[in-house]
Every structure is written in C-alpha cells, then in structure tokens.
C-alpha cells in the first residue's frame, strides 16, 4: 500500500472519531508544552546565572580560608591569609595577571544627611580589572602612593545615594566615623538576576582598613586572575605551591580553598540544574502519561473496530498493512499534539517572560528533541495495539459484534 | 456446464477443529470442482460445515487436510501475507451484514480493495468503483453513507465492492439473509445478470428458495456433500414480478 493512500485511510479513521482523536492529542500536547517551557526555564536561569557569575570578572581565582565543617559547626581555620602572601603570589607567579586582597568592613556611607548601607571594600588596585571594573570620572587608587591614605572610589549606586546629581569627586564620605575623601567614580555594571547590585561599592586600600578600620593584619580572601583562558588550573596550583612553600606545608589537606571562576558557576549552577532536571523530569512524565492515553486509545479503537479490521482483511489487507495503518494513527496523533504541544511551549515560555520577568530561553535542540520524542511516543504506545491489529484472524474479526 | 478447466477445485478436504479436548470434524472429506461461469448454490443447515467451506473457499481459512486449488494456485501451504494476497485479487466477498464501513461513502467502500492493490492508481480506482456502482445500478448513490441507503442498496453497494477488483469468483454469505424477500429477489436479479456476463459464482445460503435461483446446488450435511445436482436457473425477474404488490401502510 503505498503512503499516500496509507496516510487517507488513517486519517479518515482519525476524522471519524474527532473527540477521541482530540483528547488523546491534548494529552500529548500538556506534556510537550510542559517539557519546552520547563527547559526554556532551567536554560534561562542557567544563562543568566552565567552572565551572572562573567560579571564577576575574566578568569578570575579566588584563595580563601579552609573552613573545617564538622557537623554542621565551623571549626576555626588553621591558616588565615595575610598581606605577605598576597605579595608573594604577585612577585612569583607566573600565571597570574593580577592579585588584590579583599577585606571587607560593613557600615553606613554618610555624607551630609543622605546614607548608604554600602559593604566597604579593602582591595589594591589590581581588583578592577580582575573584577572588570572601570573608571568613570577621577582617577583609581595607587597601591603604593596611596598605601593606608583616607582616599576612596565609589560605585554608581553610591554616587545616586550620597551626591544626588552632584559631582562626587573630591567630597568626602564618612564611613564609621572615618572620613574618606572621593577621588574616583566608577563605570556602571549594573544588577545580576541575584539581585546584588555591582555598583553599590566603595573601594579603598586594603592597608587603609586593615590599619584603620578593622585592626587586622588576617585577609579574608584574596582575588587574582589568570592570563587566560585554559590557565586556570596551572595558576590555581601554582598559587597554591606558593602559599604552602611560604608555610612550609607538609600535611596531606590543603590549607586554603582555591576556587577558579568555572567552578564557581559549576557550584552555583548546580543547583539551577538539579531543580531545572527535576521539572523536566516531572514534564516528561506527564508526556510520557499522554503516551499511555494514546496507547489507551488505540487499544480502544483497535478493539471496537475489530470487524473492520475483519473486513479489511477479507478484502486483501495484510497484517503489515493493517498494522502500519494503526502505527500511522498513532504517530499523526502523537505529532499533532507535539506540533501544537510546542507551539504552546513556545507561547507559554514568552508569556512568563514578559508578565514575569523570568528569563526563559527555548532552544532549538529542546524543540527538535521533543518532536522526536512524540514521533518515539507514537510508534512506541501505538506498536502494541497495532500489532494486535495486525494478529486478528480475520475470520474471528468479522464475526465480532 | 462448461468444458473448461475448474476455476475452483476442491479435493478431499477435511477441517477439525479443537475444542478443548475434544476434536470436531467441521469438513469430513469434500470434493468438488466449480467451472468458469458456474453459478452455484452450497447448501446446508446450520452445523453442516458450510461457513467453514465458505472459510476455506474464501482464503480466510486452511485445511487440516486435502487440496484446495483457486485458478491454479495451490492455497494449501500459502503463508498468511500469500493468502491475504489471493483475497485480494481472486476473490469478492458479500456478507450477510453488508459490513460496510460506517461513515464512508459508497465509492470509497467500494475503493477498498483496490487500496491494498498498489497496482491501481486513484484515477483508475475512481474509475473502476464508479463502473461497479453502475453495474449494480447505483450510480446515483456514489456519495451517499451507509445509513443513508436501505439495506438492499447497502447489498448492492457490497456487491459491487465484491466486483470492483475483478475477481475470479465471488463468494457471498447468506448474501440475502438479512433482506425481505423483495429485495432478496432484486439481489439475486443482480446475481444473476453478473452471471450471464460471466462471473462465476458461489452463493452459500440455507433458504432452498434462494437455491433456485442458481443453477447448481450443493448441499453439505455433516461435514460431507450430501447432494450435488445441476438444475434449471429460476429467473429471479419473473419471481420478483409475481411477488404482491408491496402493501401500502396509512
């Protein structure tokens, strides 16, 4: 039987049962919009996560304290970091472009009546580029000419909240009492999908707050970035040999936490994956059942038009003919409702990213992939029923009432 | 009768059937030929072993034992796909319930064999049902369904379905079984105006009335033939017009 005539006859079975034929297409149609707009949503999260954690700077590192964890209780660190260390991976490593401490003060901006809840950040002047900072107005601090100076470089955000349109350069801020003269401003990165926003900073010498505001000579973690892309593992183990040669370290466990910036995404997409598999597990469950409904289905019909199929065969029908007729069936049916179950997908993804503000992405492999899964389903739940099609003895068939 | 060689020849055939533990013989040991152009009657009360001979005659079903061969082609051994080609090809059955397919007009249950012919065109499929409705004198009736037409059309549009892929013989079931006798007598008319265009015919009934109307009668009981005879064709015609006037209901 050729494929035209195939396609006529299984069609027209179709027809005949409109409401069936409808219903069994819905199911299918509820998993596979269910499956594009939950992958729509785990991609979307998972991109903007990623542009997320870019902002954060270039093949950045960061080195921080090794926190024992026992039993949920944080022991103390056995080893803390400290300025010579910073100066030790910048005078000997090789893979490295740039290295900033980071020590950080909370407390409120003050200039005139207007405040700001702003983090204060101790760092040299390295961390703008590790961090992809840039200057807008005024000048960045020098590391060696302004060592412990009561200078700072403020972020957008600040600049909103304290100079309310006027030029900031050259006020002073008052931070814990502490005044601190502005002498730069930076370039605006705007706010992540996390809702930290990367202009609400103020930057000053490390040696200034560890002198001055926090009498420490602990650094909380270091930031350093790599030459490159690729190098962020020689560079990772190569600052790590330096600060265990500076401590003469011996044991097995490392003293410190080195992360690179893919781990970082690695750890915190890990959990957007995990929730965003989940959903599409859960979706394709739901696809899966509309398979069954389908299957459901077509026993049904294979059932109640057993004395067809007895007269089909009477007049000529193979068992191939009759089983490819109900395979036919059930694959229009399951790719319908993968037509419109995308197209619904689709719609759904776009409609919770304008009235939601969800970012939501639908790929192009996530389309593709649930076609082809509905044709799978198709063949799959309608194989059994039509083979039993295709088994009747006509002659059982056509007495069949 | 013809002097040609049988389109149809059957030899020795048995057919048991297991029931259980029990075996039941349906077909004991019949032998007969049909010749081209034959119009015959098979015959027989119910348990006589007749719809396991129209079973067999038709394709649908294989001996336990004997010869049965359909224009030279021995069916015995034919696989399933081999015997679903036969009836496709050789074969044009009419059943006592029409078994049309619901929902479909009257060409298209007509088409239907010539779908799983992939030999035919649409074109010359169209043709050849549009010739077969002529035939049996439903040309304006192409389009309608199934329960639009009366239980005689419903017939004859089986017939022609029967006749739409030429076959070399057409085996009907109690063809008449479910029609008065007015229509009963209009569907043997069409029997046998095919007959005299040369079609050969085997007609399964238990209604000896119905027999008359061929011209050749077997009659099977208990599994073996009891009588075969040739006799005179009634004209289905002349009984048809010596029926009563149908009564009129106010």
Known sequence: MNPLTLAKISLRALLRNRMRTFLSVLGIVIGVAAVITMVAMGEGSRQSIKEQMTSMGTNAIIVMPNWNRRGGVQAESSEMLEEKDVIAIRENATYINGVSPMITVNGQAIVGNNNSPTTLSGISADYLKIRNYEIEDGVMFDDAADRMAKVCVIGQTVVKNLFAGENPIGKTIRYKSIPLKVIGTLKSKGSGDFGQDNDDVIFTPYQTVMRRFSATTNIRQIYANSIGEGYAQKATEEIMGILKERRNWTKPTDPFRVFTQEEMITMVTSTSDMLALVLTVIAGISLFVGGIGIMNIMYVSVTERTKEIGLRMAIGARGRDILMQFLFESVTISLMGGVIGILLGVAASQIVKTVMGWPMIVSFASVIISFAVCFATGVFFGWYPARKASKLDPIEALRYE | ?250
């Not at chain 2, 009366?150 to 070399?168: C, E, T």
């Open chain 2, 1 to 250: 009768m013809s002097s040609d060689l049988p389109i149809l020849s059957i030899e020795n055939l048995r057919r048991d059937f297991k029931m259980g533990s029990e075996t039941v013989h349906a077909l004991r040991g019949v032998s007969f030929d049909i010749f081209p152009g034959q119009f015959v009657t098979i015959m027989g009360t119910s348990g006589s072993g007749k719809s396991t001979m129209l079973n067999i005659l038709g394709c649908m079903d294989k001996p336990t034992s004997g010869h049965y061969i359909l224009d030279g082609e021995h069916t015995e051994r034919l696989s399933r796909d081999a015997l679903a080609r036969i009836r496709g090809k050789k074969i044009g059955f009419v059943f006592q319930n029409y078994n049309l397919l619901s929902r479909t007009t009257a060409i298209e249950n007509v088409e239907l064999p010539l779908l799983y012919n992939s030999g035919v065109s649409s074109a010359e499929r169209r043709r050849r049902a549009l010739e077969a409705l002529d035939m049996v004198g439903l040309s304006d009736r192409v389009n309608h369904l199934p329960n639009q037409m009366s239980g005689g059309q419903q017939q004859r549009v089986a017939i022609a379905r029967a006749l739409v892929n030429d076959p070399v013989i057409i085996l009907a079931d109690e063809a008449t079984g479910n029609l008065d006798t007015r229509t009963s007598y209009e569907i043997m008319m069409i029997f046998q105006e095919l007959h005299r265009q040369g079609k050969t015919i085997a007609f399964v009934t238990h209604e000896p009335d119905i027999a008359t109307f061929s011209e050749r009668t077997i009659t099977l009981r208990d599994g073996l033939v009891k009588k075969d005879e040739t006799h005179e064709m009634q004209d289905a015609k002349a009984a048809f017009d010596a029926l009563p006037p149908p009564e009129e209901f106010e």
